[in-house]
């Protein structure tokens, strides 16, 4: 989406390939090699295009990814097509950005509710509607998110999923989870109801767990975003 490889990252290089000859081009291959700040960059040296007949283009995509240790920099990749035959093309160089690793930070930046009966209380016996806003923090993309409720007191009421999937949240962006529950009439805990979230990403360094911060006989929390 930055239109750069981050460290950890994989991007794609499209090459578009013409055949203006009036014989096939037979058993291509795409020859690369990379220089300039290449420390942590992954670039394969040789891909296999196949054949393309006379007055046929054709795009092929190629793969270069990022490790960690990836530095900043403005590397440049240099395409050769070759054809078994000897008719090869002229190198094209490509360049692009690489920008150095930047974890996300997962966090619940807000909470809402909303009562079965509409009073704007939370109480026992009726379903509460839980929102959690999800963000991410910190500077690179948080992949695959998922949201798992957790409570610790049996006598609060899961209704429907404990689980719901987000996806990936870019640097600075935000989703919301919903879970529902209900708060039984025997319940006998804390006013602040004993919930949680994990926050489980793709890379399970980056997993992180926040309260929902909920209270009986209270108003229930809003949303408010700008």
């Known amino acids: 989406g930055n239109k750069a490889l981050d460290g950890d990252e994989t991007a794609r290089l499209i ?42 283009t054709e795009r092929y995509v190629i793969q270069v990814s990022g490790a960690r240790q990836l530095v900043q920099g403005k590397p440049m990749v240099t395409v050769t097509v070759v054809d078994a035959t000897g008719f090869d093309a002229a190198p094209v160089a490509i360049a692009f950005e690489t920008r150095a690793f930047q974890p996300p930070v997962l966090a619940v930046s807000q909470v809402g509710a909303e009562d079965g009966n509409g009073n704007g209380i939370l109480e026992r016996g009726e379903q509460v509607d839980l929102k959690i806003i999800v963000a991410n923090q910190g ?59 994990d926050l489980i990403e793709e890379r399970s360094e980056f997993n992180a767990q926040a309260p929902i911060k909920v209270v009986l006989n209270e108003t229930a929390p809003r949303i408010a975003l700008t």
Do not use: H
């Open 15 to 56: 090459l578009s390939v013409t055949n203006a000859g009036k014989g096939p081009a037979t058993g291509m291959t795409a020859d690369l090699s990379a220089s300039g700040s290449i420390y942590g960059l992954s670039c394969p040296k040789k891909v296999r295009l196949g054949d393309l007949p006379p007055g046929k």
């Open 139 to 197: 500077g690179g993309k948080a992949r695959n998110v998922r949201a798992r409720f957790r409570c610790s007191d049996a006598m609060i009421k899961v209704i429907g999923n404990d689980e719901t999937s987000l996806g990936d949240i870019d640097a600075g962006a935000w989703k919301q989870a919903s879970f529902s529950i209900v708060v039984v009439n025997r319940y006998s805990g804390p006013a602040q109801l004993p919930l949680s979230v």
